[in-house]
């Protein structure tokens, strides 16, 4: 019989077992690390939190060419120009899913998977259905939803508006992705929000150990069993609406008033049945993309009208006459006419976008570039997002908040008007992404942040606390509001057509 060298010698066995383990960090650290090499100028500081002062000084330096952001895994930033050549590439030459993977640690994380499926049904059956699921789905949701978390405010009532927006948004993603009354469930609205948040702490937790490692490691860190458990959750709560769609009829499926269209929708693209793990992975990835963001953006507008209280009655007087011309009730139809609102959230965008860089994308094949400029496979690239924002050649005094300023060219530079839009995408504004990728829920997004701060707006007065308007915290190419920080809420008489 082949014996073992440690066989019956647990001595031994512990000292194989520890250079076995060594010898495979070495191994996975060397993989890791073996990077291509990158014949292109660095910018910045590896240990910056930040790197607004890099975009600034690699802008300057190299407007033209490719430079290198020293982050943990290398980013190659590329000049705008290069926007328009990789905006359509397929994902067998630059692919959003491969970066998000590898940056965000999908293994894991699950950021980075396929959900084809999921991505159709919000690019399409969503998008289709915008005004129906705005007019019978969520102006209820949202009624309960704002008067839920923000709560009675009698007298000044100090609340962190992140709580407030990410519960918002997730009741109002909730009913329309499965509908009452899962949509309202405790359990599932906080492991849906712990989900999207947890993600990240994940990904900080297992960065440090080499790849070969993370297997060994995960299972053991508690963030790791936090999103796991957040999984099995949904997917338990998941598997009795699965079997009741399977059960239904054609006829029944169709009845524009049941609840839960985007699963539905969702369901409707596995002909040949799915799991109910299936569909949670692409409700968490839908929520990812979903809830953060929005809510963050939200929560930002709520701190700069705190901060500018002025653009408050002006926004006021807009709802009401648009509630108003639409007979005295709030609906789809009047997002049309919140022109100045329109105007608001976009500048707030613009200040406070949550990414630095955008177009993100790593290599799945050597990419040789309009001027020759040749980037090797499995290299993370990138557009400062931030550069545009601030551009003064694109945006007049880019520093300034002005929060009619798109509302204001629209009015003197008729034909400006779809490419000023919030929603717009283009060269020049890469807040959603811009090409094949460019955000597929956007008109979803802007419609559920519209229609949130319209009943916010109507129902409640707010105010800045004595440490005024705080900083936004910024994690490398992310930017977040903070979410701690606290805003003054009070109840006001509404406007009509607008109660909760
Ligand atoms: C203010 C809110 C939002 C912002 C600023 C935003 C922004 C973005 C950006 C920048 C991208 C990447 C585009 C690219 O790299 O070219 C993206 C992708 C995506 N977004 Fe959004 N998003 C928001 C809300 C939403 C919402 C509400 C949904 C779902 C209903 C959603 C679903 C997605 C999906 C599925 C993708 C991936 C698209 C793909 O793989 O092709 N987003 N979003």
Redesign the pocket.
Known sequence: MFLLPFQGNPVLAAVYLVLGVAVAALASLYLTTRRPRLNFPIVGDPDATDCRDALVEGAILYPDQPWVLPLQDPMVILPHSAVSEIKSLPEKQMS??KELYVRFLGRYTLLGQD?DE??SV?KHD?YRSLSDVFDNVLVDEAIYGVAASVGACKDWTPLAPFNVTARIITML?GRTFVGLPLSRNEDWIHSTIAFTTEGDIVAQSLRPYPSLIRPVVAPFLPAVRSLKKHQALVSKKTQPLIEAHFARSASEKKDPNQSGRLLSWLLGKYKNGTSPNRIAKDYLL?SA??IP??AS?LTHILFELGKRPEYVEPLRLELRAAVEKNGGKFSYNCLGSLDKMDSFIKET?RLNS??LI????RTTAKFTMSDGTVIPKDVSVGVSNYGLNMSPTIHENPEEFRGFRFSDLRQSKPGVGARTQFVSTGLDN?????????????H??AA??KLTLAYLLSNYDLKLGDDGRPDNMIFGLLVVPNPFAKLLFKRRAPIAGLEL
């Open positions: 959003l899913n959900d999921m991505v919000i969503l993603n839908s993309a979903s963001i929005p953006l965008q949550h990414g955008m177009m993100t994308r890469l807040n959603w992404g811009y090409g094949n990728h460019a955000c597929p829920g956007r979803f997004a559920e942040i």
